[in-house]
């Protein structure tokens, strides 16, 4: 594939995109306008829409051009490692995220329904033992890197409970996903194989012997999702959960705690931690460039050609931030943006995400009241790649706490042990998937 302008394309990796991609849309949005051309690693090109109306034709498929199916794509690439190493996050699955039409309604039910029967209040109970778990880690040290002993721990170590694996996987999902989003050739290819074995076997588990789990719940859906459909729909809920909650949480910490109208709040309520996860999915949102669209027939698009077969990448982060008319209420999305996305494929489980996130920062918070960073914001360092908002570290200082003092603490919380939660998830307390699913009765 060449785009035309290639010598004026803003390039989304190296350190310098990681320091400021603001500054990068900036530039593009001078240079361009609504629709700019990027590569994402070297010699792999890509239209990056930056302005928000251009992202809302996109994401609800305006004029009836879009698709996300990027088989045509992607037999174009070249044979580099840099092309091998973005199969990963682009490449065609059978699964919601690249499909349209009736195959994306019949696999996003299957999501949408079994993410219904979660039951918020369990939720919050299973991400307080989780994040109190990770918590007693640190909390005597005085300092963590809440990167690395937090925010990145806690999403895989929810979803292995949640598709019904031993609280002990979760550390090998973790690793092995870190490995995929990194999507850098080798180390994305040695973490797609980690992550396949990983699904392999949690399916085979479930096969042999449903629980009261997610897992359980697909594969028993109406939907009646075959084998490679059912592995591609979990692969996509495990991958689409992992990289955008820990950045959300990490994003928004490192707001909170430098920023005195959310410092405030953490001792007298200034602005809260749900109007802090609405400034980060705004300004910063954790998957900044993860919205992967093809036209279906070429197409003159806010100003620029786009044929089929080329890739275009939706960017949230440059999109929310652009200075526009639209009015802020019309555009909101309870101050989110396009932060979750829009159209067909907004993110189905933006409920549960901000739940998740904001359960972890209060449980931290509350804990650990006084968090301060170690180095000013504008030192923190970013990791590279297209397609997330992600901090490297998170480096913080606080009084530490100890076991043995009074009150509530993170070590009086029970630790997650068993192979599925504490407690059933879903609205049949006891009896197991037979009962708990409404399909199934
Ligand atoms: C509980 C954790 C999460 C799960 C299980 C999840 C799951 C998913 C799934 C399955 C899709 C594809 C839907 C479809 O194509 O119809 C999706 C889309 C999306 N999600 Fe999430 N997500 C989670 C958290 C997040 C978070 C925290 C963010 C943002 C910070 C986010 C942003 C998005 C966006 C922008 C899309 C749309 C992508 C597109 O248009 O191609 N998600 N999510």
Redesign the pocket.
């Known amino acids: 594939m060449t785009l035309r302008y290639l010598p004026d394309a803003g390039r989304l990796y190296g350190a310098e995109y990681a320091r400021d991609p603001q500054a990068i849309y900036e530039t593009l949005r001078r240079r361009h306008g609504a629709v700019a051309p990027v590569e994402i690693a070297p010699g792999i090109e890509a239209h990056l829409v930056i302005g928000y109306q251009a992202a809302v034709d996109v994401?609800t498929n305006a004029g009836g051009v879009w698709s996300?199916n990027p088989s045509a794509w992607q037999v174009r690439l070249p044979d580099t490692p840099e092309a091998a190493g973005m199969i990963g996050m682009l490449g065609h699955r059978p699964n919601?995220?690249f499909s349209d039409g009736a195959d994306?309604a019949r696999y996003?039910k299957a999501?949408s329904d079994c993410f219904q029967l979660i039951q918020p209040h369990k939720l919050r109970q299973l991400v307080t033992e989780v994040t109190d778990s990770l918590i007693s880690r640190f909390a005597a040290e005085g300092e963590a890197d809440l990167v690395a002993d937090f925010a990145r721990l806690i999403?895989a170590r929810i979803f292995n409970l949640l598709f019904g694996r031993p609280d002990a996987d979760s550390a090998g999902l973790t690793e092995a996903l870190a490995d995929l989003m990194e999507a850098d050739g080798e180390r994305g290819a040695r973490g797609s194989e980690a992550f396949g074995r990983y699904i392999g076997e949690l399916i085979q588990g479930k096969y042999a012997e449903r629980g009261d789990d997610l897992t359980s719940w697909f594969i028993d859906h109406p939907a009646a999702l075959q084998p490679e459909e059912l592995v591609q729909t979990i692969v996509?809920?495990v991958a689409?959960?992992y990289e955008?909650?820990a950045?959300?949480i990490s994003n928004t910490i490192s707001r909170m705690v430098s920023d005195d109208r959310y410092y405030s709040s953490l001792t007298n309520g200034a602005l809260s931690t749900y109007d802090a996860l609405m400034e980060a999915?705004r300004a910063e949102?954790?998957?900044s460039n993860?919205?992967?669209y093809f036209v279906r027939q070429p197409v003159h698009f806010h100003g620029t050609w786009i044929q089929p077969a080329e890739l275009v990448l939706?960017s949230?982060a440059a999109a929310n931030t652009e200075p526009t008319d639209v009015p802020d209420e019309l555009r909101s999305d309870s101050g989110a943006y396009?932060?979750?996305?829009a159209g067909?494929?907004?993110?189905?489980?933006?409920d549960?995400?901000v739940l998740?996130?904001m359960t972890a920062i209060e449980r931290l918070t509350s804990h650990l009241c006084d968090l301060e960073l170690t180095v000013p914001r504008d030192e923190l360092v970013w990791r590279p790649g297209p397609f997330h908002r992600a901090l490297a570290h998170l480096p913080v200082r606080f009084t530490p706490i100890r076991p043995d003092q009074p009150g509530d603490s993170p070590w009086a919380v029970q630790p997650p042990s068993s192979s599925t939660p504490s407690e059933p998830i879903s609205p049949a307390r006891s009896a197991g998937y037979a009962t708990s699913a409404p399909w199934s009765s």
Do not use: D, E, Q
């Open positions: 994401l996300k919601a995220l994306h996003r999501i999403p996509l809920v689409a959960s955008p909650t950045n959300l999915l949102p954790a998957m993860y919205g992967p939706v949230y396009l932060g979750f996305g067909a494929h907004r993110c189905p489980a933006s549960p995400a998740i996130a």
